[in-house]
């Protein structure tokens, strides 16, 4: 099956600082999609992205399928961005997501 | 909007009982997956129903049953619990295979 790999795996930022973060996979996606598990464990979708670039606030988001990556961009990070990002990916003509492992990521004033 | 809605947030079973989680979405989505999620694992697809009056097992559905009880609902069973079900099960919901996923809050399992 399809490999995801995320990286990195851990990530401790100060407050205001950005970051990238990367998702790779082994394999041509229809889908692809970012969450942020908050500390109390709640699972937040933030983007539906399966090719170009979306923003969100200061969240964006950019997927070169040709390529097979993903990057998630943090701006300005806030301890509220603490947690655990992951990437999904769907292939073929399946309706079966498959997650990355996650990068643990930890924003400190 | 309520979303999707798992109940309930925990529970504890002993090895050999049985009991089912329950989920329900008021988004009027087609699709519905239940998923655990283990230290180290990731996020494991357990089963799914793409539309109303299907079902499909995903990657890890040993020891799991589930019924699409109506395009609301979609709930599993655990007929025997084992220690190895110990987990975390989320529920999610989306309108089809190319749009976004939506979870629940999550249901915190501990068999002993």
């Known amino acids: 099956g399809i490999q995801v790999e995320q990286s990195p795996p851990d990530l401790i930022l100060q407050e205001g600082a950005n970051s990238t973060l990367r998702c790779n996979f082994s394999d041509s996606v229809n889908n692809l999609q970012w969450f942020h598990q908050n500390p109390w464990g709640q699972l937040i979708n933030l983007f539906y992205?399966?090719?170009g670039t979306k923003q969100n606030g200061r969240l964006s988001a950019t997927t070169v399928a040709t390529e097979r990556y993903s990057l998630l961009y943090i701006s300005s990070s806030q301890t509220t961005d603490s947690g655990v990002y992951f990437c999904a990916v769907l292939t073929g003509g399946g309706n079966k997501l498959t997650f990355g492992t996650g990068t643990q990521l930890k924003v400190e004033l | 909007n309520a979303g999707v809605t798992q109940t309930p947030k925990f529970q504890v079973l002993k090895t050999g009982q049985s009991m089912t989680l329950q989920c329900a979405q008021d988004m009027n989505h087609n699709s519905m997956y239940w998923y655990r999620q283990d230290p180290g694992m990731g996020l494991r697809l357990i089963y799914y129903s793409a539309s109303e009056g299907t079902t499909d097992k995903g990657e890890v559905p040993n020891g799991y049953n589930v019924s699409r009880l109506n395009k609301r609902e979609f709930s599993l069973r655990l007929e025997s619990a084992a220690p190895s079900q110990t987990s975390v099960y989320f529920c999610?919901?989306?309108?089809?295979?190319?749009?976004?996923?939506?979870f629940g809050n999550g249901t915190r399992l501990t068999v002993t």
């Open positions: 992205i399966p090719s």
């Open positions: 999610a919901s989306s309108r089809g295979w190319d749009s976004p996923l939506h």
